[in-house]
C-alpha cells in the first residue's frame, strides 16, 4: 500500500476541549451530486471516537508547507488531543468542526455513515460547506515519507 500516491489532510472534528483531530491519506471524492467525501480512519483512533460523537468534522487539505503540521496530528510525536492543534490558525464554517485557516481547500461535512472494515473505518461525509485557498504546491505521502507535488 506504500507505494500508493496520495495527497494529505487533516481531519477534524469537535469544539474546544473536545477537539480531536488526525492525518489522513485515505480519502476521495464519493459523489458530486449530492457532494460527498470518503475519509478512512483507523477503528483504534480517537479522532474517529469523537467523529461519532460529534457527527460532523472537516477534511483539511494541506499545503507542502504544513509538513510540521501532518507529522504533529500523526500522532508520532506524542501529542494529542486538542493540544494538537495549538500551533496552528483553526476556523469554523456551518457544522462547528475545526477547519485549518490556510488550508488549500477545506470541507465542512456531516457524518453520513460509517462502515467498519478491516483495520479501518470508511467515513462517508454529506458537504455542507466549503472553503478554497490559494493554489500552491500540495503535500503528498509515499512509501512512509512526505514530497511535495506541484
Given at each position: 500500500?506504500?507505494?500508493?500516491?496520495?495527497?494529505?489532510?487533516?481531519?477534524?472534528?469537535?469544539?474546544?476541549?473536545?477537539?480531536?483531530?488526525?492525518?489522513?491519506?485515505?480519502?476521495?471524492?464519493?459523489s458530486l451530486a449530492?457532494?460527498?467525501?470518503?475519509?478512512?480512519?483507523?477503528?483504534?483512533?480517537?479522532?474517529?471516537?469523537?467523529?461519532?460523537?460529534?457527527?460532523?468534522?472537516?477534511?483539511?487539505?494541506?499545503?507542502?508547507?504544513?509538513?510540521?503540521?501532518?507529522?504533529?496530528?500523526?500522532?508520532?510525536?506524542?501529542?494529542?488531543?486538542?493540544?494538537?492543534?495549538?500551533?496552528?490558525?483553526?476556523?469554523?464554517?456551518?457544522?462547528?468542526?475545526?477547519?485549518?485557516?490556510?488550508?488549500?481547500?477545506?470541507?465542512?461535512?456531516?457524518?453520513?455513515?460509517?462502515?467498519?472494515?478491516?483495520?479501518?473505518?470508511?467515513?462517508?461525509?454529506?458537504?455542507?460547506?466549503?472553503?478554497?485557498?490559494?493554489?500552491?504546491?500540495?503535500?503528498?505521502?509515499?512509501?512512509?515519507?512526505?514530497?511535495?507535488?506541484?
Amino acid at each position: 500500500m506504500g507505494a500508493l500516491s496520495s495527497g494529505v489532510a487533516i481531519i477534524a472534528c469537535g469544539e474546544d476541549e473536545a477537539r480531536a483531530g488526525c492525518t489522513a491519506t485515505s480519502l476521495a471524492s464519493l459523489s458530486l451530486a449530492p457532494p460527498t467525501l470518503l475519509v478512512c480512519l483507523a477503528r483504534s483512533s480517537s479522532t474517529l471516537a469523537r467523529l461519532r460523537e460529534a457527527r460532523a468534522f472537516s477534511i483539511s487539505l494541506l499545503a507542502a508547507r504544513h509538513q510540521a503540521l501532518a507529522h504533529r496530528f500523526s500522532g508520532h510525536n506524542g501529542v494529542q488531543g486538542p493540544r494538537r492543534f495549538d500551533l496552528a490558525q483553526w476556523t469554523t464554517l456551518s457544522t462547528g468542526a475545526p477547519i485549518l485557516a490556510d488550508a488549500i481547500a477545506a470541507f465542512d461535512c456531516l457524518v453520513e455513515e460509517v462502515v467498519e472494515r478491516h483495520s479501518h473505518a470508511i467515513v462517508l461525509g454529506a458537504v455542507v460547506s466549503l472553503k478554497e485557498g490559494v493554489e500552491e504546491p500540495v503535500l503528498a505521502r509515499r512509501r512512509g515519507a512526505y514530497a511535495t507535488l506541484v
